[in-house]
């Protein structure tokens, strides 16, 4: 018996002795290296091991002695053990032991015949336990009380160097940034160092940083980084702003992966990420550790973040001043839109198309032009929604060799005119505040191309306005003149054309009584959209305003080899052309002769404009007639202005004229269509949509107020001379 109390209070004094001496060391690994050398030495155990908790996994932190395959059988579930042995000690003789533990089934099945443990706690910290172990057997009658108040010692002075160790780190963290970091260095070079010092001292496989951009609302990866990225490098925030939701291990240790903020004036402009400790998880310790760097580099982090994002931006600007140079010296040395166009794809690095106001492509540069054609119905119904939302840009997509492709239209201006549409391939979620004050430049650019072209048009316009007028004058005083303009437009003059005339009508609507001015801006404006289309359409064609109509003059050859199609055609996309302006008009051509000679201009020139008067008073279905084809017409034409047709014209229609304007019914309509309907009863009343009756007593009223019997052939015939004589005499084509 009294060798047993000798060896029971031989292990309390060592016990005593070790606890004091463990408050010696500096670091965790000194404290557990003597723990386990001191039991090793003094009482000649087999084996010793501590063994530390780490997340829900046991690790064998130190081990002396034998029964190293014990060790190997590490890591164990925390789960699948026996809390008994974080909170009480226990040894191989207890009563009670729990058969299921799969440290106790460990112990219990090799050959060794004593072994206790220790736990090491302190209050409600739990660090693991200190396991010893013989293959003799050895009594500890009741030494658990003495075992677990050591446990406590051990908990305590663990605890104590953890806290020495935190504060070196923190020392040496401080001290790494005093001296390692500098205001005067790249972004690039002190996030190397910061993640570098994270990465070594959490002993992590990965560490980084996250800088968020408050434009793109996105957490963007800043290179360097200490070992490989897994994450993306950018990592939407969209409209959730809670941190965790994109970073779940943010302040939170215990697991493979660790965050913490880097803040700011009490603002989150990033955070520092590490992942994959090499032995175990992330601690209280690492957490501290990163938050103490965190804390000391994020002004410096943060300055250098905002002078790097300064110096881009002031390069950025520069590199846009220098395209903004480039391209309005092609504003002034280049008439068309190509060069700019190649000038603004590579300042963006993307294909750019740019259409006119009618979606016709300009210009384009690395552009999928056919796909756009393909899609052009898209298009224009993404364009007419942008103009009703009065939006900044539309967005459409296409699919190119297979691939969706989004492409963005701005509208282009001249002042508040609609000139054109800027096209161009990008992600509108990508488009930031320099890129989108690029295309503000672009579009002034393009607007500034568009009007000095139109000022060049409206120049050569009123050039050739006054180069017709002087054509087409009865006489021409000076042909050098002429010859001089012709040249000015390299037109040959001495080939033969054909002379037309062209009048626009606006739609009721659009007349406004009260307002000429207006009614004259709607015309001009028409008459600038047709100046356009025509020289789209063909720049043979001499196209100028003389008056209040429109001349035409076509080469002879344009019209082979068929006339009437020629000009049906030509006809048919004048209409078309007004069909789609803004101002509801239709157009109506007079359509001359054949030049030959200078003073044929003239001549030809007044057979369209007759011909455009009868145009207007027959109502052609189609819009347009030939001088060739008017028949009587063109022989009357050379008798119109003399006295007799005068005098033969007002004897029959004065007292019809005069009549219908003091008694509100029109007896000077009504007989024209009578007479063109051949006297039919039936088909003049259809025509004037009047009751039968209703015509017999006109007809009646006509006839006495003519003292003329109007179904007399011979005065039929009188009567229509007289009809086609009042519409060549009616010059006055606005008017009409």
Known sequence: MSKQVSIIREIENHLRITARQLLRFDTEEEV??????????????????????????????????????????????????????????????????????????????????????????????????????????????????????????????????????QEQKRMIGIEFISKNLSLNESIEKIVEKIVGQAGKGTNATFAGIYLYDENQSYFKFQPPSFGRISKPEKISVQKNYILKEYFPYLENPGGKELTVPLMMDVKTFGVLHVEKKANGIFTNEDMEMLSVMAEHVSTILRNAYLYKKEREQMKRLHSLLDYQQILIKKTINEDDFAGITTTVSEMFHKPVLLLDRFLRPISYHLFPIEEVNKNMEQIKSGIQNLNKKSSDYFNFCLRVDGKEREFLIWPVNGGRDLIGYFVIESNRNNFDTFQQLAV?????????????????????????????????????????????????????????????????????????????????????????????????????????????????????????????????????????????????????????????????????????????????????????????????????????????????????????????????????????????????????????????????????????????????????????????????QKKNISSN
């Open 440 to 728: 503000e430049l672009v579009r002034n650019i393009y607007s500034v191309q568009f009007i000095k072209q139109k000022l060049v048009l409206d120049t050569k316009a009123q050039v050739k306005d006054n180069f017709v007028d002087i054509l087409l004058t009865k006489e021409i005083e000076d042909e050098n003149m002429v010859m001089r303009y012709a040249n000015l437009f390299q037109w040959n003059i001495l080939g033969t054309h054909r002379v037309s005339v062209l009048s626009i009508k606006l739609d009721e609507k659009e007349l406004d009584s009260n307002d000429i001015l207006n009614q004259q801006a709607k015309k001009s404006a028409v008459f600038d959209e047709l100046k356009t289309k025509f020289s789209n359409y063909d720049a043979d064609i001499m196209f100028a305003k003389k008056g209040e109509v429109y001349v035409l003059i076509v080469p002879e050859e344009k019209e082979l080899p068929n006339e009437k199609k020629y000009w049906h055609n030509l006809m048919k996309n004048v209409q078309k052309w007004l069909s789609e302006g803004d101002i509801t008009c239709y157009g109506m051509l007079g359509i001359g002769g054949m030049t030959h000679h200078l003073e044929d201009y003239y001549k030809c020139y007044k057979q369209a404009l007759q011909t455009l008067n009868v145009v207007i008073q027959q109502q052609f279905s189609e819009k347009y007639a030939f001088f060739e084809a008017l028949g009587s017409y063109t022989l009357l034409y050379l008798i119109k202005d003399t006295s007799e047709a005068h005098y033969f014209m007002h004897s029959y229609l004065e007292k019809l004229l005069h009549y219908s304007k003091g008694n509100h019914i029109n007896l000077f309509q009504t007989l024209r269509v009578y007479l063109e309907q051949n006297g039919s009863i039936k088909k003049t009343a259809d025509e004037l949509y009047i009751h039968r009756s209703t015509l017999l007593y006109r007809l009646t009223k006509i006839k006495e107020i003519l003292e003329l019997d109007i179904d007399d052939s011979e005065n039929r015939f009188n009567l229509m001379m007289i009809y086609k004589i009042f519409d060549l």
């Open 32 to 165: 557990l290296q003597y723990l386990a050398d001191s039991f090793q030495s003094r009482f000649g155990c087999d084996f010793v091991g501590v063994i530390i908790q780490e997340g829900d996994l046991l690790y064998p932190k130190v081990w002396s002695g034998g029964f190293v395959s014990l060790k190997h059988k590490f890591p164990m579930n925390v789960n699948k053990c026996t809390p008994n042995l974080f909170q009480q000690s226990m040894k191989y003789d207890d009563t009670h032991l729990d058969k299921s533990c799969t440290f106790i089934q460990l112990v219990s099945s090799k050959t060794i015949n004593t072994w206790f443990t220790v736990p090491i706690q302190e209050e409600q910290k739990n660090y693991g336990f200190c396991t010893i172990g013989y293959l003799q057997t050895i009594p500890l009658l009741d030494m658990e009380k003495s075992f677990d108040e050591f446990g406590k010692d051990v908990a305590i002075a663990l605890s104590l160097v953890k806290q020495k160790e």
